[in-house]
Structures are given as C-alpha cells and as structure tokens.
C-alpha cells in the first residue's frame, strides 16, 4: 500500500497511519507492504518498529510500526541513493564522499554498457535510463542520523525529509555538512552533481557513458574483485584523468 494516491502526487505526506490501520486489521489476512517518503536508514527502521528499530531474526517478518504489516518499500529514496540498503542492513550512516559518488555513478553505466553493449546502438539503447537516473541522483543530500534530532519539533517529522528539500537543505548547513561548508573546489563539484537541468545531467552521462565504454574491457575482468569487496572502482579505474575530465 502506498499512503499517497496517484492524484495527489508529491503534494502532501504519504499517510503511513493509515497504511498501519489496514495492516493492523485482524480481517486482512495477507501481507501489507508500506510504501512512501523514506529517504534515510533511520526512516525506515522508524517505520518498520518505532518501538524497536533493530533489524529483525532471520527468517522473521517485520513490523510496520506497531502492526503486523509483513515490510517497507523504498521507491524513490533508492533511485536517489541507491546505499540506502547498505545502511539499513549495517544500521549506520554511509555518506559517500563526492568522488565515491560518482564511482557509483560509473558502476552503473558499466553496468549498462555491458549489457547494451558499447556501441552506437547499445548507447541509444541505455540512454532511455541513464539521464533518467541522473534526474533522481542529483537530489542527493547527506541524511545522517543526527538530523533526527535536527527535525525534532520542526514543522516537517522526521519520516518526511524527501518531502522538505528546503527544511533539509537548512538543517545540513546548521550541522555544518551543507553545501555552504564546503570548500570551494568540493563546492564546484557537488553543484554540478545537483544541478536539475537535464542538459547538465545528460551532459554527466554523456561522459560515464564515454568513460564505461572506454574501459569496458579492461575493467570487465575484475568486475568480480570489486563485486568480492577485494578491490573497489577508484582502484580499479585511473580515477586521476576521470576527475579531470569530470
């Protein structure tokens, strides 16, 4: 269940009350699913069990609040920040720096690369969903626990931060990890990252798309060391001339 319907778009708060009311009804035998505005880890534990936000035994199902409901969903929180799951599965923060970011970013156009094939036609192919990507991955913003407390009080709850760029955007400056604490070069960066134009975001995939193709087949071979946690992308990739060019 949604708590939001198709019509009401983004406008308002997806209403997990009364997502927990259906899945806490003794009639409704099947599983509920909950799905709506989580952004952070933290979120979601939230919603899964406000009471006990510890990940559950194997093999047991979780609740959703003080219900029976069978889960959380995660829909754009993921496209945005697609660690978000790392984080939940470990229970703490992972703020990638700017440049892990960005390796990420080029994981998935290997990704795509390889599957559609680097070529004219498997890049017309992979750019119905590359730029598409970019349209959520410049909404990223750090969401460290600590903004928990931040929001505490305010006009927006904790469980809406996908909902309150603007509240968001204050609260990271007052904790001194926002944009304007940055240095100037770091500073540059992540405004291009954000930036919501699509000719800028296609712009950043027209060059992962170049850089995959480029080293599709020299990297391919150790696409399992990197999946094995033995290397990672930065030391896979000559990220020196990538950063230069980016």
Same mark, same amino acid.
């Given at each position: 269940?949604?708590?939001?319907?198709?019509?009401?778009?983004?406008?308002?708060?997806?209403?997990?009350?009364?997502?927990?009311?259906?899945?806490?009804?003794?009639?409704?035998?099947?599983?509920?699913?909950?799905?709506?505005?989580?952004?952070?880890?933290?979120?979601?534990?939230?919603?899964?069990?406000?009471?006990?936000?510890?990940?559950? *035994?194997?093999?047991?199902?979780?609740?959703?609040?003080?219900?029976?409901? *069978?889960?959380?969903?995660?829909?754009?929180? /993921?496209?945005?920040?697609?660690?978000?799951?790392?984080? /939940?599965?470990?229970?703490?923060?992972?703020?990638?720096?700017?440049?892990?970011?960005?390796?990420?970013?080029?994981?998935? *156009?290997?990704?795509?690369?390889?599957?559609?094939?680097?070529?004219?036609?498997?890049?017309?192919?992979?750019?119905?969903?590359?730029?598409?990507?970019?349209?959520?991955?410049?909404?990223?913003?750090?969401?460290? /626990?600590?903004?928990?407390?931040?929001?505490?009080?305010?006009?927006?709850?904790?469980?809406?931060?996908?909902?309150?760029?603007?509240?968001?955007?204050?609260?990271?400056?007052?904790?001194?990890?926002?944009?304007?604490?940055?240095?100037?070069?770091?500073?540059?960066?992540?405004?291009?990252?954000?930036?919501?134009?699509?000719?800028?975001?296609?712009?950043?995939?027209?060059?992962?798309?170049?850089?995959?193709?480029?080293?599709?087949?020299?990297?391919?071979?150790?696409? *399992?060391?990197?999946?094995?946690?033995?290397?990672?992308?930065?030391?896979?990739?000559?990220?020196?001339?990538?950063?230069?060019?980016?």
């Amino acid at each position: 269940i949604h708590g939001r319907t198709a019509e009401q778009r983004y406008l308002r708060n997806a209403d997990w009350d009364l997502i927990r009311s259906v899945a806490s009804d003794p009639d409704v035998e099947i599983p509920i699913l909950g799905n709506g505005d989580a952004l952070a880890w933290w979120e979601l534990r939230e919603l899964i069990h406000p009471s006990n936000p510890a990940p559950p *035994a194997a093999g047991k199902a979780w609740a959703v609040g003080s219900s029976t409901g *069978a889960g959380v969903l995660v829909g754009r929180g /993921a496209l945005i920040k697609p660690w978000i799951f790392l984080e /939940a599965a470990k229970d703490e923060d992972w703020e990638p720096t700017q440049w892990e970011r960005v390796a990420i970013y080029l994981q998935l *156009a290997l990704n795509m690369a390889s599957y559609f094939k680097p070529d004219d036609r498997g890049r017309s192919g992979a750019f119905y969903f590359l730029p598409w990507h970019f349209d959520f991955f410049c909404r990223h913003r750090p969401t460290p /626990a600590a903004l928990k407390r931040s929001f505490a009080g305010a006009s927006s709850a904790p469980r809406k931060l996908i909902q309150s760029s603007r509240d968001l955007d204050k609260a990271l400056d007052e904790l001194g990890i926002g944009l304007s604490s940055m240095a100037q070069d770091e500073r540059y960066v992540e405004v291009a990252l954000r930036h919501t134009e699509e000719s800028t975001y296609r712009a950043i995939a027209d060059i992962l798309w170049d850089e995959a193709t480029k080293y599709l087949y020299q990297v391919e071979p150790q696409l *399992a060391l990197v999946a094995s946690g033995e290397r990672t992308f930065p030391e896979v990739l000559d990220m020196h001339k990538y950063r230069a060019r980016f």
